[in-house]
């Protein structure tokens, strides 16, 4: 067991290792014109047809939605450091803070950093590469990031929270649905009711380890 253990470990830090790599290289040639098109067809399909878009994602060996899960990544951080300039920018009330501005910009790489580590380590039968599962996760998480933009409309009149609010509690039950099939075809389980375990399970380690990271502050 310990051996296994010590595999195990070596075979993350090898894909780690890996990852970062292949995110240096894919992020110096990002085309964000050609992304961007890219971007509104896999939306269009998504929404369209979300478990045939999801199923073709994780059967792609070439990965190349990669980029645009990293756009994805990008869009979610740079949105959520534009809020927090307007802030200081129209509240007289708001203090900038760098350090509190700096870790709710880590928190979406974080949750789909070790969203995609836990669907990696656990899917031992059918391992795939790192970046799949976080393209997977990514592409999972885009209601979110639509969420985060509907915040914006705040800024224009307060009352039309009344409207965003539910439409972004939607986005999120959308996106936790995503993440059940993104699951269930990285997993490759056919059956519904055991895909269902393995979501949980998914999940509920990924509460537990996002507990313990709210203890670092």
């Excluded at 269009?44 to 756009?71: C, H, M, R, S």
């Amino acid at each position: 067991q310990n051996e296994q253990q010590v595999n195990n470990d070596g075979e993350l830090k090898k894909q780690a290792a890996e990852t970062f790599k292949e995110t240096k290289e894919q992020m110096k040639n990002i085309n964000f014109k050609e992304e961007a098109e890219k971007g509104k067809g896999l939306l269009t399909k998504l929404f369209g047809k979300p478990v045939e878009t999801i199923k073709e994602i994780v059967e792609d060996n070439k990965n190349q939605f990669y980029k645009t899960a990293l756009i994805i990544i990008i869009a979610w951080v740079v949105l959520i450091l534009l809020s927090k300039i307007i802030d200081f920018v129209i509240y007289d009330y708001y203090k900038f803070n760098v350090l509190a501005t700096i870790k709710l910009m880590l928190s979406p790489v974080l949750k789909i950093l070790v969203m995609a580590i836990i669907i990696h380590v656990l899917n031992k039968d059918n391992k795939q590469s790192l970046t799949k599962s976080i393209t997977t996760v990514s592409i999972a998480k885009i209601p979110v990031v639509i969420s985060v933009v509907l915040g914006y409309l705040t800024y224009i009149s307060s009352n039309i929270r009344y409207v965003t609010n539910p439409i972004s509690s939607l986005l999120s039950v959308i996106s936790t649905v995503l993440m059940f099939f993104v699951v269930k075809e990285m997993f490759k389980e056919e059956d519904n009711e055991k895909a269902l375990k393995v979501f949980i399970k998914v999940e509920v380690i990924y509460y537990i380890a996002a507990f313990a990271f709210s203890f670092l502050g």
